[in-house]
């Protein structure tokens, strides 16, 4: 199984709404990410976990709030976010390096905020 | 941060090898080249990677220059499937282990019948 699921596919949330994005992979990856991909442009790294813990924070502002609860799900807690936030977020997992040198990426979770 | 340079968009007919370039003059000497695709409206693909010498996969070849500052990812024979925007990324950091790869422009790339 290679594949990175993402939930939900669309979400549609206004600027006082609390919602949580999923993602899961159950590849044995030790490393997880999130990305946020605005229209016509490429990803941006925002998150990334190793062992379950995070390594690197790219400055992101903290109305997003990541989580791994276990090795294999990794969610984004979003509150009081603003309309320049609507984008398309994407997860995606790897092994840690040494193993192998892929990054497997969900389908994204297209978010408007309103 | 090691930076690539790509062309923005490329056209190539249905049947045809595609060649994409990107130029990556500023990478050291232990970063590879990654080379991902994202097809609309989807995640990004992995394809191929490599450091020094070519390599082939069951869905394309890369080429690097023996300097290393430039490679060539090669799409044997294009379908229309092959229509996606490609990217070539310089793997700039492994921190705990885990990669950060930073996504440049990329280069759209359109496959005619």
């Known amino acids: 199984d290679t594949e990175v699921t993402q939930t939900p596919k669309h979400l549609v949330m206004g600027m006082t709404n609390k919602k949580s994005l999923k993602c899961e992979q159950h590849?044995?990856?030790?490393?997880m990410y999130w990305y946020k991909q605005k229209a016509k442009k490429p990803p941006e790294l925002m998150f990334v976990y190793s062992y379950e813990k995070l390594s690197i924070n790219e400055s992101v502002p903290s109305r997003f709030s990541p989580e791994c609860p276990n090795s294999s799900l990794l969610n984004l807690h979003l509150h009081a976010l603003q309309p320049e936030d609507s984008a398309l977020y994407l997860c995606?997992?790897?092994?840690?390096?040494?193993?192998?040198?892929?990054?497997?990426f969900g389908p994204g979770t297209r978010l408007t905020v309103t | 941060d090691a930076k690539t340079t790509q062309p923005p968009s490329m056209d190539c007919a249905e049947g045809r090898a595609a060649n994409l370039p990107c130029n990556h003059s500023t990478i050291s000497g232990n970063e590879y080249v990654y080379w991902y695709r994202q097809i609309h409206s989807q995640g990004p693909q992995y394809i191929i990677h490599?450091?020094?010498n070519n390599e082939t996969n069951e869905m394309a070849s890369l080429i690097i220059t023996e300097d290393r500052k430039s490679s060539t990812l090669i799409l044997p024979h294009a379908t229309l499937r092959d229509t996606a925007v490609y990217y070539c990324i310089v793997r700039v950091a492994k921190i705990q282990g885990a990669q950060k790869l930073v996504f440049g422009q990329g280069t759209r790339l359109t496959i005619n019948p």
């Open positions: 995606a997992s790897s092994q840690l390096d040494g193993q192998g040198h892929e990054q497997y």
């Open positions: 590849m044995g990856h030790r490393a």
């Open positions: 490599g450091l020094k």
